[in-house]
């Protein structure tokens, strides 16, 4: 059975009204709230994707919510447990089944550095909501022992046709639904294209302690 692809989010998204300006991307709209143009707000972003019907659309046909996620990273991320050791990949397969492909041209986000085993296993979660990724990227700032001044934010762009993922669905009633969350479960080639320091941060905005260094890192995946 070929899998369908998810229609493009983006596409019922922008051009964006934030506190009376416009955005026509979601990388305009990110660098909007990481140079301090904008107050980055997860919440708001996420009552505005709650009534996106492309968005609804999006987690209506997935199942994959929050519980079954945490249980797959765990499965993923185990080394010694020999009884289990065909789990992983059975828990795989049977996501893999019912996977999509995510849409040419869509934008998602992560925080932090690319993890090295992510071009390995195949795996990254990601969110399509920008202020979440700021969020996160800042927390994971916070919880480094050394160079805690550099913030990273990550943006990819979609640009193959056979990038596999899963919408995760959401608790409505818990924080975890300003998370917002794609897991990537396949593809070929995820690509760095560009890498910027930005400049001239309103750190009010961000609520920022000691961001000394904010990266702001693009990539391509097909």
């Known amino acids: 059975m070929s899998k369908l692809t998810l229609p493009l989010l983006d596409n019922s998204l922008y051009p964006q009204v934030w506190q009376q300006q416009t955005f026509i991307s979601p990388q305009d709209f990110l660098l909007a ?31 994959f919510g929050r519980y079954l996620h945490r249980q797959f990273t765990a499965y993923s991320q185990q080394t010694e447990d020999s ?33 090295k085993s992510v071009r390995q296993t195949k795996l990254l979660t990601t969110t399509v909501n920008p ?11 916070e919880k480094k022992t050394t160079n805690g001044s550099e913030m990273i934010v990550n943006e990819i762009k979609i640009t193959g ?15 975890e639904r300003l998370r917002n969350e794609v ?40």
Do not use: C
């Open 33 to 63: 709230m990481l140079t301090g143009r904008i107050t980055p707000d997860a919440q708001t972003f996420t009552k505005q994707l709650l009534t996106n019907d492309v968005y609804i659309e999006w987690v209506n046909t997935t199942v």
């Open 83 to 115: 009884f289990n050791t065909d789990m992983p990949a059975i828990f795989r397969q049977e996501l893999t089944r019912h996977a999509q492909y995510l849409p040419l041209e869509q934008i998602l986000f992560f925080a932090g550095d690319l993890p």
């Open 131 to 141: 202020a979440t990724v700021i969020a996160n990227a800042k927390k994971m700032m």
């Open 161 to 175: 046709k056979q990038v596999l993922g899963f919408p995760i669905r959401h608790n409505k009633r818990t924080s």
């Open 183 to 222: 897991l990537i479960l396949d593809f070929q080639d995820l690509r760095l294209v560009n890498e910027r320091t930005i400049e001239d941060i309103k750190k009010s905005n961000i609520e920022s302690m000691l961001i000394e260094t904010m990266l702001l890192r693009s990539y391509e995946l097909r």
